[in-house]
């Protein structure tokens, strides 16, 4: 709770009259805590972190808005020195939350500039030391800081770092940054240009970036350290429940306000932005290539004119792959990523397809004018085996390794048919198996054992089939086929 300004701004000495100076150039500051039902201590948290922010007190507001009216938050925002609202009508989710806390926020003083940090979330002390360079550019309606997410012993599948330390960087070089909710800050002139943050959506960090920038604002990402801290979801379903909501929000600004569409922003822009709604629609493509294998093996019906184009398509198909990984590699080492975190995405996209799926045709059913209601993913732990979350991906992996089997089983000579479509169903179950775990990550530890052994027991026994079915249909056979090179002799 300390007035000082802290010593890293770099205006020379600490004396009491460059603090009065530095303080006169400074922009005056409101952080927002939305509140929906977390517990306490998580407000608390959230709170606290605010207060410890390295920022003149008498330039900074800080206000906790409560869309549940908990009875116990008055009393404890009087007692933490900041600021309570609650509202009779909880409309528009947590945008509308937002928009009525800075209608409150600007009859306390009209901040400049506003920081949302979601409950139970935590910001680093000297994140204004390094976020105030770029307010002191007009052009900028918002910055969104680098964040790390924290797992508490849940063997969840994320892909965050990837994001963060790879893709948001490059798009902040091509001006397509976006705000991710928590820890963003937003130039309230901005905000009010636009009528306050988005509502149109199911939540509104993308959109409101998306729309800032089709009105010539623009967002820069601050990174290099994490400033922002936040518990990753605690189960599978709150995951597969958020990433939901995601979707619902990127397919509807996909199809109903198309970047291609708006003549307001450059190129590349557009393009950043489209990509997003192309990513989850690549699931519909790749969704038909990993049932392809069930019909080649159960239907017996090869897709090739010979038995030796099946193999021959490695000539081609494995330089693709090696350069895509490498690629891949390459950049990942230069953002100093784990190459896991990789591995973590695809995982993430596999187990997730049939929801991007099902989310894309919401979205058409619904329309425009119309949009799924949005519940505020929970951040309390849930016990049991989610077996419901995961039947659509638990009948494919399974059913995966009983097709591999029964390949093997018909034998039938056409080596190439089999070995290209087991392997597909062996690589796909591969990535998907870590999905399929983590859906008893919260159970008793003998049932999460068990489970675990036997997935990856399953999944063992289908790359021995694949080897029995090799060897028995004659590897060297299908080798001298693929390759063009005579191995017996």
């Known amino acids: 709770k300390s007035n000082k300004v802290a010593p890293l701004f770099g205006f020379g000495e600490k004396t ?69 609202e609650t509202h009779p009508r909880h409309t528009e989710s947590k945008a509308g939350n937002l928009n009525r806390a800075l209608a409150k926020l600007k009859a306390m003083g009209n901040p400049e500039w506003l920081l949302v940090l979601d409950s139970g979330d935590t910001i680093t002390p000297d994140v204004m030391e390094h976020a105030i360079p770029y307010m002191t550019d007009a052009k900028i309606g918002f910055m969104q800081v680098e964040r790390r997410l924290l797992f508490k012993d849940v063997e969840l599948p994320a892909d965050f770092r990837y994001f963060y330390e790879m893709i948001l960087p490059r798009r902040d070089r091509f001006g397509s940054t976006f705000a991710c909710g928590s820890g963003a800050f937003w130039r309230t002139e901005a905000i009010d240009a636009l009528g306050g943050f988005s509502t149109w959506n199911l939540v509104e960090d993308l959109t409101t970036s998306y729309f800032l920038q089709l009105r010539g604002w623009r967002g820069r990402y601050i990174y290099g350290k994490p400033f922002h801290f936040a518990d990753y979801v605690l189960d599978l379903p709150a995951l597969v429940k958020q990433r939901w909501q995601w979707m619902i929000d990127t397919y509807r600004l996909f199809f109903w306000k198309n970047p291609f569409l708006q003549k307001t922003i450059p190129l590349v822009v557009k393009w950043d932005y489209a990509e997003l709604g192309f990513s989850y629609l690549l699931s519909f493509p790749i969704l038909i290539l990993r049932l392809m294998p069930f019909v080649i093996i159960w239907w017996h019906h090869s897709l090739f004119y010979d038995n030796c184009f099946g193999l021959s398509y490695w000539h081609y198909f494995l330089p693709l792959m090696a350069a895509r990984l490498l690629g891949e590699w390459i950049a990942l080492r230069h953002a100093n990523v784990p190459f896991r975190n990789w591995k973590r995405q695809q995982t993430l996209f596999e187990g997730l397809m049939p929801v991007y799926c099902i989310a894309a045709m919401q979205t058409l059913m619904y329309g425009p004018d119309r949009k799924p209601r949005y519940h505020v993913t929970g951040k309390v732990q849930k016990n049991g085996f989610f077996a419901k979350t995961i039947r659509i991906q638990c009948a494919w992996f399974f059913g995966a390794i009983v097709t591999v089997w029964y390949g093997y089983y018909i034998g039938d000579g056409n080596v190439p048919m089999f070995f290209m479509s087991a392997f597909w169903l062996i690589y796909s179950s591969w990535l998907l198996m870590p999905f399929i775990i983590c859906a008893a990550v919260t159970s008793s530890q003998i049932f999460y054992v068990l489970w675990k052994a036997t997935v990856i027991g399953a999944f063992s026994s289908s790359i021995c089939a694949l080897l029995l079915g090799l060897w028995k249909m004659n590897a060297i056979k299908a080798i001298n086929c693929a390759t063009g090179f005579n191995f017996n002799s």
């Open 16 to 84: 009491e009259k460059n603090e009065i100076i530095f303080s006169s150039c400074l922009p005056r500051l409101g952080i927002i805590i939305p509140v929906c039902g977390e517990p306490v201590d998580e407000v608390r948290k959230s709170v606290f972190s605010a207060l410890a922010i390295h920022y003149p007190r008498e330039l900074t507001c800080i206000i906790v808005t409560d869309d549940r009216g908990n009875p116990n938050l008055p009393a404890l925002t009087r007692e933490w020195s900041v600021s309570y």
